[in-house]
């Protein structure tokens, strides 16, 4: 207990040593520009709003931009388009979309250039629903199987090829 | 020069690896027998040990995921792999495995093929020599795809003291929050595996830091079980994010982030030890970024022009953002830069275009007066780079002629990774003609030795947004729409798409002597 406490004791006298150096150097941060408001595919998570419609049509690869999977959706106040994010993501997770499916989602609004897009961060359908982007809007395609639970890794790691 | 390639790499990769998704249909496809291949490299021409870097997409329980390794071979000169050791980190954790019974082949123009086998199997490239200490790389399996490049090792700098002084770095890839980040800034090594002054930007899912001390627990240390001293690895603390290490040289560090399931992995480079003030940056210079927006993957190049008092002008660039693309200048552009008074290289860049949205805001570290990495900062953009010195010019077809190397990465619904050697005449007109392998991420889909030719459009000075549109005819028609800025006649960023397919690619070229 009493080395367990030394330890401990160092490692804060040790914070304590570095501070006075940290104090000098924080004074000496420089300042940086605000970020801008107005540019493209921002995701603000304030602004998220919750959907629901009927599946008009869907594309996994989109004919225009932005990149990925689109769906039309007839909602209530008329048609609007989503986007969905890699279409590879919504199969490696067995949601799958047609013609005539009820569903619901949260996102948000982001300008572009060229528009404005609807981004999808949950989805759901019937009584499936997944998870799209992170709370900052990032695509969850990015860090794919990372995303999965520590049990899962360990069962992908008994399945894993060379690496 | 190729140092910028490798910066641009793991960014593109990464946001690359958003759209992928992989089938099991089949083998390889190999193009139409090419013209014998000229030049004067040969197996001989890979000799030593080699670190190297790569990043890319692995197919994972059905799902594509970000991964990077990092490591070291040794080649005989005549085809075989003696030894090595690498780090991968992967989406089942962080594994370092070491190399057995490996070959490679080099043909004369500097490309080649590379097996790397450790415990778990064999692993497949494509390379592309651009000198004997330095080549171009990337993975060719079904199921996984990367690009990256490799530098032949100094085995004398493998120690603590070796590597002293300022380091600036630039490293990228998914958080713990599983968000996408870049860091860059520098750091003060004291030849003890101390380290001390360390300032960094972090820019997470298009979040910008601001400007921040290092946590406490920096260091850096060379492994003392034999790899250290074997293969120039060690392990690293650097903002806070603990990584594995590979020495270049005392100038060069490959690093890959062993915390997981966050995945990192960048450089480091020893930054000229000078005071920075604003007025060392004194002339044009050439960009590259890659990254991730809220959408999907991003990438921009251009060149601006900085006066020594704080002034940018002659901003010319092209940015795709997931396939939408916004080129300046498009009204009047008026930009700003700063260097940060504690004169240890950071600084800030701005730039606005009266006729387009918002402005194009930047962070950057200068290792040198002519060289830095770069961040771009904007709302909802996870982006970084590398930026030089340009050439003055003129620069003409007659100058650019000759070999290059090259790598360029890339997404449509997939990942892309693609490895050659283009040659450039100074002819008008179809100028430009290559070879390239090819992996678009899946089974089947790894094409090798693909011929492509087109223009390279230069218009004078050559300094600003040149074009270079080639076609390959096998095994389909494709052509890849480039807008191409040159560093120098060594050097030049790409940034473009294909035609009929939403994408988007870049990489650069890199002269081979």
Known sequence: ?163 | MNRSIMRLLPLVAILVASLTTACNNGGTIVGPPPPPPTGTFSNASLKGQYAFLMTGTELCGGLSSAFTRAGSFTADGSGRITGGLEDVNVCTGVFTLQFTNSMYSITADGRGTLHLTNSTGTTSYSLTLTSPTQGLIAQTDGNVTAGGSFQRQNTAAFSNPAIANGYVFDFTGINDSLNPESVIGRFTADGAGGINTGLFDSNEAGTASNQQLFPTGAFYQLDTNGDGTNFGRGTANIAGHNFAFYIVDATRLKLLGTDFPAEFSGEAFAQQNINFTASLLNSGFAFLLGGASSTGPIATAGRFTADGGGNITDVVLDENNSGNITLLPNGTVTGSYTVDPNQLGGGTLTWTDSKVPGSFSFIFYLISPTEAVFQEIDSGITSDGTFHAQTAGPLTAAGLAGDFAFVWSGVDTDELDFVGQLNLTSASGNNASGIMDFNEFGAGKQFFDIQFSGPLTIPAPGTGANTLSVTTTFPSARTFNFTAYAVDSNTVFLVGAETNRVSVIAGSLSRQP
């Open chain 1, 1 to 163: 207990m009493h080395k367990t406490y030394l330890i401990r004791m160092a490692g804060f006298l040790s914070a304590l040593l570095l501070l006075p150096g940290n104090i000098v150097w924080a004074q000496q941060l420089a300042k940086r520009p605000q970020q801008a408001t107005m540019r493209n595919l921002a995701y603000d998570a304030t602004q998220e709003k919750v959907i629901e419609g009927t599946v008009l049509s869907y594309s996994a690869v989109a004919p225009t931009p932005p990149i990925g999977a689109r769906v039309q959706l007839q909602t209530a106040s008329g048609t609007m388009d989503v986007h969905l994010g890699a279409a590879s993501y919504l199969a490696a997770n067995h949601f799958y979309l047609a013609k005539g499916d009820s569903v619901r989602v949260v996102g948000a609004s982001s300008a572009t250039r060229q528009g404005t897009i609807f981004l999808v961060r949950l989805i759901q359908k019937g009584g499936q629903s997944l998870a799209l982007r992170t709370a900052k809007g990032a695509p969850l395609s990015f860090a794919g199987a990372r995303a999965l639970s520590p049990a899962q890794h360990a069962q992908l790691a008994s399945q894993a090829g060379p690496r």
